[in-house]
């Protein structure tokens, strides 16, 4: 997956690159004020090498795709709505730049946040 073959040479997309369009397609969803480590090595790694793609994991099985997203949601909103938003979003946005399609998108809520009190 990830890979296509033309008459010039092949065509391959990594996860990294797949992972970098469903960060910034996350990011601009309703509700989300930042993505969350997957887990706590890769929380100590993100700290320190601001990786792009932190929070989204993306793994190609066969001809399908598959991507794991864990965000932050505003405290107040809806999170059944700002989950199905971002999944949407983050389909939408990944299958439109690699003409591929989205087997699943699955969305992990790690935490709430209050971002303003005033």
């Known amino acids: 997956m990830g890979e296509e073959t033309t008459s010039l040479g092949g065509i391959h997309v990594s996860p990294n690159a797949v992972a970098t369009l469903?960060?910034?397609?996350?990011?601009?969803?309703?509700?989300v004020v930042g993505l969350a480590p997957k887990n706590l090595a890769d929380g100590?790694?993100?700290?320190?090498?601001?990786e792009p793609s932190r929070g989204?994991?993306?793994?190609?099985?066969?001809?399908?795709?598959?991507?794991?997203?864990?965000?932050?949601?505003?405290y107040g909103t809806r999170i059944n709505s700002v989950a199905d938003s971002v999944a949407n979003t983050v389909r939408f946005h990944v299958e439109k730049a690699l003409g591929l399609r989205v087997q699943s998108v699955n969305v992990h809520v790690a935490g709430l946040r209050i971002s303003n009190t005033d």
Do not use: F, P
């Open 22 to 31: 469903a960060y910034h397609a996350t990011l601009q969803s309703y509700g």
């Open 44 to 50: 100590i790694v993100s700290t320190i090498t601001r």
């Open 56 to 74: 989204i994991s993306v793994q190609y099985k066969d001809d399908e795709i598959h991507i794991d997203v864990h965000i932050i949601v505003e």
